[in-house]
């Protein structure tokens, strides 16, 4: 059973709802009174983290209506109903209208207990298909897979669109924790290759010489310990995408192996003379400049011109400011579903160091700090946990504002006199910063 759900009872006589609250508290169940179903509707939002056990007879509105206003907010909440003597047809109506079961009184604990079980076990399983719906949903947008409302983000995912699904071979420059593999495994979800392989391979891990039958593969016997035939990543990525991290360490003799397959779109396994046709596109990612490499003969210009179709630059997370509070609360929800947590609320002090942190391994390190968050230990570890160099405050503090004013306004569906509102702001205030950070 999931223990962050809870148990709302909607009860007018004190005793009862003092009974059913000890018995509920004694099994160790989260649980809430109210005396009225005007009070529980109050508390009760569109995703109510658990359900309802009302009595029939209520002052002002009944169970009975309770149920049918619950009901239409989310047809997936359980709601219990508690009869008197004589009841019964009632409240076998009531189960018609979606009532997840009642109970007749008197009643005991243990009635009370079993009933409240099976009904949070049935939100839990609810919650978690529509949380995992929603995360699905989320998966198949750009909007939910590259996050930020920066220009250079939107920028980002306008270019992914349009390049996606072509056969353009494409150059991601980042620098380390930018999120580059995650933008090339979108170019080959969002292509028609994304019936075939993604294959990845990190050019920066591999000892050289692995490197060659690492790739391309080989025969048994090949060499020395090559006890059977291996098929290599650019094989195993036909009709498919192989992605090269860290590309600027290839070797330089397999960098002209390399360029021969994509001239030729054929390969040979070590120790075969069997040419292989592939088609694969080819998506690389470098932290180096590697227009400057291949002009100091650090990388084989011919190399970097085949590659460099496409060129999609991720701009470091301490360039997007406006991105990094969107980024930590994706994170952390994230974090607190995979460790079964409750979401943590953020407090000034962690808010103001992530605005004026200068993130140095970028999205991967304000990942790390969200997911220590999310367990509740400090988000900050103490090295490097100083302001930024160069970060002015008033930089950090426009970039929170920024988040403030966007996260109001989509609140509010971009209505400027609810959002004023809702941030406590005068209206003209609102109106010239919308305009002074160009927000929709």
């Not at 399983?125 to 989320?138: I, K």
């Not at 002009?295 to 496409?310: A, E, H, P, Q, T």
Request: one cysteine or more; glycine letters at 8%; a negative charge.
């Amino acid at each position: 059973m999931n223990t962050s759900l809870t148990v709302l009872i909607v009860e007018d006589d004190p005793h009862v709802l003092l009974g059913c609250q000890q018995a509920l508290s004694l099994e160790d169940i989260p649980c809430q009174g109210v005396g009225s179903a005007e009070e529980a509707l109050a508390l009760i939002g569109d995703d109510f983290a658990g359900i309802v056990v009302s009595d029939i007879r209520l002052p002002g509105i009944d169970g009975l209506e309770l149920l049918n206003r619950l009901k239409a907010r989310d047809p997936s909440l359980p709601v219990v109903l508690i009869t008197g003597h004589g009841d019964i047809s009632m409240a076998v109506g009531a189960m018609r209208s979606g009532a997840y079961d009642f109970m007749e009184k008197p009643f005991s604990p243990e009635r009370l207990v079993d009933v409240v079980r099976r009904a949070l076990e049935q939100r839990g399983l609810a919650r978690e298909v529509s949380s995992l719906r929603r995360q699905l949903a989320s998966r198949s947008t750009l909007e939910g897979r590259i996050i930020g409302r920066s220009p250079a983000m939107a920028h980002l995912r306008e270019l992914i669109a349009n390049v996606a699904d072509t056969s353009a071979n494409v150059l991601i420059e980042g620098e380390t924790g930018t999120g580059k593999e995650l933008v090339a495994r979108c170019l080959h979800d969002f292509s028609r290759r994304q019936a075939h392989p993604f294959v990845a391979l990190n050019c920066g891990g591999l000892p050289e010489n692995l490197f060659e039958s690492e790739i391309f593969g080989h025969e048994a016997n090949a060499f020395t310990g090559a006890g059977k035939r291996r098929i290599g990543k650019i094989e195993h990525a036909n009709g498919g995408t192989l992605f090269l991290d860290e590309v600027e360490s290839m070797p330089m003799n397999l960098q002209i192996k390399l360029l021969r397959v994509l001239q030729e779109r054929t390969l040979e396994r070590l120790g075969s003379n069997q040419s292989i046709e592939v088609d694969c596109r080819v998506i690389a990612a470098t932290k180096a400049d590697l227009d400057e490499l291949s002009r100091s003969n650090g990388f084989r210009s011919d190399l970097y011109y085949r590659l460099n179709v496409v060129t999609l630059e991720l701009p470091p997370l301490r360039e997007r400011r406006e991105d990094i509070l969107q980024l930590f609360e994706h994170f952390l929800e994230q974090s607190a579903l995979r460790f079964d947590r409750e979401i943590p609320p953020l407090d000034n002090q962690t808010l103001s160091r992530l605005m004026s942190h200068d993130w140095p391994g970028n999205v991967r390190e304000l990942r790390n700090v969200a997911e220590r968050y999310a367990l509740g230990l400090p988000a900050f570890k103490k090295a490097g946990a100083q302001p930024a160099a160069g970060v002015g405050f008033a930089e950090a503090v426009e970039a929170f504002e920024r988040n403030l004013l966007s996260d109001a306004l989509a609140r509010n569906n971009g209505n400027l006199s609810q959002a004023s509102l809702d941030l406590g702001m005068a209206k003209t205030t609102l109106f010239d910063k919308v305009k002074k950070y160009g927000l929709n």
